[in-house]
């Protein structure tokens, strides 16, 4: 900068970054001097609008400068041409067509950032950082020359290196039968994905705007997936189907069988989930008003079995000991190689599996539950067929899977159903009279409120959710109807009908039978199933803690749809997690799609949780001696006030009805076992 | 090395390396140390016998060394073992099981090193140097674990880092679904194809050997392919098949019309070619006793029409100005991204086209001749329906394309036809009688010798090839029946009936009429198409000397079916090519195969050819003015002594009939031009 020059004192913010430039010099151009993340696609030809900037007016004592809107140069043609075609919101200038004309504040909104944080809402705990592996770039490209012949390709590259310094990018020969097409399209004029600073992935004509991803959860039951902006990370649509495996089996289990039986079945499978993400995909572009051509990345999280069969492994060998994973390690290849047809050059990435029992879905919760960068002693758990549990923080992070079946999800209980519309999912026992009082989903109002009966009449009441028969259970425990060893008193029939002797045993009856549907009641069996699973669930956590040295937990996130809904007093009551306070036990929403978004938004994701999993301690537990002592010590219901003191402080835990020594707990163990 | 032990001097052959290594010290060990190139897939296993080493017998006075087979420790079970199963020769010893007792003398046979030449026969100019891209490995594999969960892919990878020092390996993902019964069918062993020590691209359980590529030449006529033994160099079968092509039009240009007429017929000329080529590899594998599996790599040269077609791109820009080319740089992908069916993970090359009318035939045969390592002004010339002609050395290279059209072929010429038995190849016309003699394809004696008629009696002589039309021109032009402007002169009808009136003009008779066939006449106007064609590759040959500032070149070269039958003394009598030393113009061969060859057999020849065609300055002749003038100047036949004195030495030229001053030949030219 000549000293003869006036110049002027700009200051970026959020930044902080300054420097003084001769009058005249573009705000862009003093950005890119003082490396200031502003982004652009059409390179300073005003025509993406992608860095815009803020005139801060005012004094501004700590820089010793007055901004004004005047100290830039008036508002030019091409921003005006800009703000017709698009909207330029007041205040705002494009900083490639904005001059300097006087000491001046500048702000640059998280929007014109390449790089910038996105706030996660609801359950979701940590901010998303959008560092995005795809960027656009407008291009002008030189025409063909006889006397200086040279292909399309070579001529486009050359303006990608010109402009914007892009070198010895790669390129995916798909692309070479449409490039012809879409530079004479756009008249020598395009823009070109470029990912990773590495790899042309695609080229529309003239400028294009909108790059798209998706992200899926590819669940057992449903996938669901979210398609975002690559660019902003916002979240365009989002749709979900039912896995359409289950016509092969209901469970992971029974589609491992299934191939068993049928050798080579994993093909059929293969093909229908990835055809039901051929139609998710359409869906989702259909409402977010794109082509499939502008998605270019996909991500995946997905179980063991899942993800297997999504991308056409066989999985039987994750069905019995010793459960080998074709591969550990994260999956980066082409969308299309998985019959998934977005742009041809649109890339997949499936999020690691950490082993045979933790999938995929486990490593995108940790992802976006990020227990590494934390102190506190953080156990997530993600409850299914099987319970997928992690323990720790940046020092040290262990993880298992907890074999804890179906009952959680209702089923296999005599009166459990699926959540839906007429399911009981909240229920209360007054421990004096042993009345139950309840909700059922698509009803507002408690079942002694008035209106409850006209509310509930065309539903009727049907059975109980998963998040009821946790409840039902603990409310009986704490109504002394179940002892902590989880028999059903009988002795209460005299005091209460709905004490019923079913055989050798007694049940809790909620609702009598109807025409429609047999009694609701609560069986010794149920309660049975409740203690089996959360005794898998809670060994589980044992097992992980005492890898850890730990006698308690800081911090407790429940992931997945069983984490929204159930109350965590009552699990905590049943003895599913440990002892916590309450306030640091919450629900993490679908943490795995979130794991999943993470990695379609953010480059440096992949890698850090692919590290994150390298180091992650596994733990099998069907090889773990201990896990069957902690098994068969969990089976009972927490009732020792001290060791539960977070607990004690929110419910009256029933005092123990017999008191088991040590000893004779240890007796206890060694019969079941032999069984 | 301790002192104490007793040690031994160990000289490689051809190498000239030694040292001292310890009595017991397996020679493949020592190999290994001093960085003697000696093949090995088991890692010294004793399985793969690619390690062989000869002992020299005898006394090495300049190693002071006397070198006995006793030098070594007695024959091992391995080898013996290794010996029933294949076959060890008489003296060959398996280095990794050979211990050094005394001083010795080794040599290491071609066949053992990684990296060797292959002498290459006939027409072939250079060796081949063999640098494959593809080598196996064998390993074996940890058995999955439960106490320590991972997947097979990282095990098998483990066990390359391990056994090999290969890291970072990458891989395709269509190698997970096999992986898993790959392993376990070898019993946790497996052999692994890596590709540039970068990327695993096929394992196969136990121990594998023989890896495969195919180098293909996608001629507008032809398809011509070779199966090559990647690890030995050897081609284990050629095969070749009509370009299926041809149905939708002859020649190149009648196929880029056929997709200006259906837009999208790209497609289906794509396809065609593809299916070919699938079930050229087919007959391939099957001749050489190999699965399409052990197909790892797969080369290309074609030309620029036949290259965007194969590639599924648009031709129709190479059919007009300013003939640009989707890319014209060279191509890597997977041959499955094709739709070529070898193994999933074979990668497809095909070397940089040039120009738009200067394709990867032409860098093919740059790569064969190697004119870039040569002193000599070389001159390529591959003649077709265009000639690509390039000249240069070391210091410089310059390329163009000449529109010769078809006549050189036989095509457009009154008696030409394809060569097949019955085809007139060779003539010899006497300038006292204008009689000729001739012979025919099919048979080995001349017209004029006894048993001649009996031996053609079948086929009948049915018209004349492209080398004949050369020849017989050529002669007509030393007998004088046509004057240097190629006008026949009519007045010789009064001395011989051959020279028989056509209209205004006359022809030359070679043979009369029959039932089943016109007479074979060589009619004016063939002679003009012989002159046209001549002129518009001698245009192009001249445009290039004067390009380089050259009046004569050191040596030609002709490429192609075209250079492997003409006569070169009659393509100089024409006027085709400059004067140049006889015993310096010969025939390449298929030059563009060789090349094609080349690139799939030697990683570095890839680079190397890329940087040379980078570096070839292409001229356009259609935007050239001079070529137009060389062009009209090269329409007449040579006749000046002193300007061809090599053609001088063996043959008689006529004398110019009338002397044109340059003047007049100005006039002329531009007379011509304004028609």
């Known amino acids: 900068m000549s000293k003869s020059n006036p110049d002027a004192l700009v200051v970026f913010t959020p930044s902080g970054k300054r420097g003084r430039f001769p009058v005249g010099t573009p705000l862009l151009e003093a950005a890119r001097y003082l490396n200031v993340d502003i982004d652009s696609?059409?390179?300073?030809?005003?025509?993406?609008?992608?860095?815009?900037?803020?005139?801060?007016?005012?004094?501004?004592?700590?820089?010793?400068?007055?901004?004004?809107?005047?100290?830039?140069?008036?508002?030019?043609?091409p921003e005006l041409k800009y703000a017709e075609r698009r909207e330029l919101k007041p205040g705002r200038r494009l900083s490639c067509h904005t001059k300097v004309l006087q000491d001046i504040v500048v702000d640059v909104p998280a929007e014109s950032q390449v790089h910038h944080q996105m706030v996660r809402k609801g359950a979701e705990h940590h901010d998303?950082?959008?560092?995005?592996?795809?960027?656009?770039?407008?291009?002008?490209?030189?025409?063909?020359?006889?006397h200086d012949p040279s292909g399309d390709l070579r001529r486009l590259l050359n303006a990608l290196e010109y402009d914007w310094q892009l070198t010895e990018l790669d390129y995916d020969v798909a692309l070479l039968p449409?490039?012809?097409?879409?530079?004479?399209?756009?008249?020598?004029?395009?823009?070109?994905?470029?990912?990773?600073?590495?790899?042309?992935?695609?080229?529309?004509?003239?400028?294009?705007?909108?790059?798209?991803?998706?992200?899926?959860?590819?669940?057992?039951?449903?996938?669901?997936?979210?398609?975002?902006?690559?660019?902003?990370?916002?979240?365009?649509?989002?749709?979900?189907?039912?896995?359409?495996?289950?016509?092969?089996?209901?469970d992971l289990m029974s589609r491992v069988s299934y191939v068993m039986m049928n050798p080579g079945g994993e093909v059929s499978m293969t093909n229908a989930v990835r055809e039901s993400l051929n139609g998710l995909a359409r869906r989702l572009a259909e409402e977010a008003g794109c082509e499939l051509?502008?998605?270019?990345?996909?991500?995946?999280?997905?179980?063991?079995?899942?993800?297997?069969?999504l991308m056409g492994i066989n999985p039987v060998e994750l069905g019995g000991a010793p459960f080998a994973l074709a591969t550990d390690?994260?999956?980066?290849?082409?969308?299309?190689?998985?019959?998934?047809?977005?742009?041809?050059?649109?890339?997949?990435?499936?999020?690691?599996?950490?082993?045979?029992?933790v999938g995929a879905d486990?490593?995108?919760?940790?992802?976006?539950?990020?227990?590494?960068?934390?102190?506190?002693?953080?156990?997530?758990?993600?409850?299914?067929?099987?319970?997928?549990?992690?323990?720790?923080?940046?020092?040290?992070?262990?993880?298992?899977?907890?074999?804890?079946?179906?009952?959680?999800?209702?089923?296999?209980?005599?009166?459990?159903?699926?959540?839906?519309?007429?399911?009981?999912?909240?229920?209360?026992?007054?421990?004096?009279?042993?009345?139950?009082?309840?909700?059922?989903?698509?009803?507002?109002?408690?079942?002694?409120?008035?209106?409850?009966?006209?509310?509930?009449?065309?539903?009727?009441?049907?059975?109980?959710?998963?998040?009821?028969?946790?409840?039902?259970?603990a409310e009986m425990y704490l109504a002394g109807i179940i002892n902590q060893d989880g028999v059903v008193d009988?002795?209460?029939?005299?005091?209460?009908?709905?004490?019923?002797?079913?055989?050798?045993?007694?049940?809790?009856?909620?609702?009598?039978?109807?025409?429609?549907?047999?009694?609701?009641?609560?069986?010794?069996?149920?309660?049975?199933?409740?203690?089996?699973a959360k005794a898998a669930l809670y060994a589980g956590i044992k097992l992980l803690m005492s890898y850890q040295g730990v006698e308690a937990v800081d911090r407790i996130r429940f992931a997945g749809a069983f984490g929204s809904h159930i109350d965590v007093k009552y699990a905590m009551v049943l003895g599913l997690i440990p002892d916590c306070d309450l306030q640091q036990v919450s629900s993490a929403g679908n943490a795995a799609g979130t794991g999943a978004r993470i990695a379609l938004l953010d480059e440096t994701a992949r890698q850090r949780i692919e590290s994150v999993v390298r180091d992650i301690e596994k733990i099998e537990t069907a090889v773990e001696p201990a896990f069957q002592d902690h098994f068969v010590n969990a089976m009972a219901f927490p009732n020792k006030v001290d060791a539960f003191p977070n607990l004690s402080q929110v419910v009256n835990l029933p005092a123990a009805k017999e008191v088991v020594a040590e000893d004779s707990a240890g007796e206890g163990r060694r019969r079941r076992r032999r069984r």
Chains 1, 2 share one sequence.
């Open 362 to 473: 486990t490593a995108g919760m940790v992802l976006a539950e990020e227990p590494y960068n934390h102190d506190e002693m953080t156990l997530l758990v993600d409850v299914g067929t099987n319970a997928e549990i992690v323990l720790g923080n940046r020092h040290r992070l262990v993880a298992c899977s907890s074999p804890t079946g179906p009952a959680f999800e209702g089923a296999q209980i005599s009166a459990g159903q699926r959540a839906a519309a007429g399911a009981i999912e909240r229920i209360r026992i007054d421990p004096e009279t042993l009345e139950p009082r309840y909700r059922v989903i698509g009803c507002d109002l408690w079942s002694d409120e008035p209106g409850f009966a006209e509310a509930t009449a065309e539903t009727g009441i049907t059975g109980i959710c998963g998040s009821g028969i946790i409840e039902v259970v």
């Open 329 to 357: 390690m994260a999956i980066n290849t082409l969308a299309r190689d998985m019959d998934i047809r977005l742009n041809p050059q649109a890339r997949a990435y499936l999020l690691p599996c950490i082993a045979g029992h």
């Open 128 to 146: 998303i950082e959008l560092n995005p592996l795809v960027h656009l770039y407008y291009v002008e490209v030189q025409e063909p020359d006889m």
């Open 490 to 532: 009988g002795s209460l029939a005299a005091k209460s009908s709905r004490i019923v002797a079913d055989g050798r045993t007694f049940s809790y009856e909620i609702l009598p039978p109807t025409k429609e549907r047999s009694a609701i009641r609560i069986m010794q069996n149920d309660v049975r199933a409740i203690q089996l």
């Open 293 to 309: 051509t502008d998605i270019l990345e996909i991500t995946f999280v997905a179980n063991p079995v899942m993800h297997h069969l």
């Open 41 to 77: 696609v059409c390179g300073g030809r005003g025509i993406c609008g992608r860095c815009q900037i803020l005139v801060s007016e005012g004094e501004f004592a700590k820089f010793g400068i007055t901004s004004t809107a005047q100290s830039l140069e008036p508002i030019t043609a």
């Open 178 to 250: 449409q490039l012809q097409t879409v530079l004479r399209e756009g008249k020598w004029s395009a823009t070109v994905a470029v990912r990773q600073g590495k790899e042309v992935v695609a080229v529309w004509p003239g400028f294009h705007e909108g790059v798209y991803g998706i992200a899926v959860d590819v669940g057992s039951t449903t996938v669901a997936a979210h398609l975002c902006d690559l660019t902003s990370g916002d979240v365009k649509a989002s749709a979900g189907v039912m896995n359409p495996q289950i016509r092969f089996g209901e």
